[in-house]
């Protein structure tokens, strides 16, 4: 019997992660489909509106809508701006301009080896050699692709090209900060739900002025934006980020976050069968360096002790 039930939750398991990878990746995909209706800005106002929304009406239900407090909330508003508005606009902006969503999730993955490399400054210690060499080889990696495909005699295009590394600082500065927040004794983490919901209000502030003055706020209201914001909110907002929570009460932090590394390929993969995005062979070649740069941020050396004599 615990034998089956072991075999049972593994293949739970297996289907949560395999869902998870999924819904996560296919956000990529939905925006893709959701921009030529409308600007990065104003898809994000909406979108984190809607959700913001909807976790407040569940909220509510559940009787865990709460203020904890300004020292409990404001981190949760700055990880919101940084992790879910600066990051996902510096996405958006950049496949809007044209750059692929398999080219754009690459350069994202950056993110993991950056924080591996500089979380010795948050935690005090020194920074292990492996970590420093997987972010040159992941950033090659990234560099590979986007060198091979950019045309620099066209500054627009160069910027568009750049822009993803914004999302890439914006996230990495968001997961250090968290990681100083777990390190202080008297830090009480928020319960999901309400986390994001607090986030989900600071993304609405953070790309409301661009959103409304650049864009105007304009959308052209048809059944496939409808369908694309729909998936946005409901698949990935909502479904991906609970079954992450389902997971990591599951299986460890850490196996969840090493599902992001997926990200790249399952994107491309995606990508080519909704647009027909060719994935060239300096794209694999980057995604392969990026791999290895994940290995070496990873990997455990046996540290020796220094012999002492009495």
Known sequence: MAKNSRQMNGKSN????????LLWNSGFIGAEYGL?????????FYRYIALASLLCIYLLLAKQLQWTGWKNVWPQLLNGALAHGV??????IAIDYGVPAGIVALV?????LATGALSGLVTGESTPWNRWLGLFIGFAGV??????????DNAEEVFAWLIPLGSVVAITIATLFQRRLNLEKDYEPMHGGLSLFYQSIATVFAVALPAIFLERLEVQWNLAFILSMSWLIMAVSLGAYSLMWVLI???????????FYLGPPVTMVMAWIAFGDEVEAVDLIGLSLVMLGVILTYMKYPFRRRQTTD
Request: charged share 10%; aromatic share 12%.
């Open 36 to 44: 030529p209706y409308t600007g990065p800005f104003t898809l994000l």
């Open 143 to 152: 560099a590979i692709p986007v060198l091979f495909r950019v045309d620099f």
């Open 14 to 21: 297996l289907g949560l992660i395999v869902g998870f990878v």
């Open 249 to 259: 009460h599951r299986i460890d932090a850490t196996r969840v976050a090493a599902l």
């Open 108 to 112: 994202v993955a950056l993110q993991p």
């Open 87 to 92: 990051w996902l606009g510096c996405v958006l």
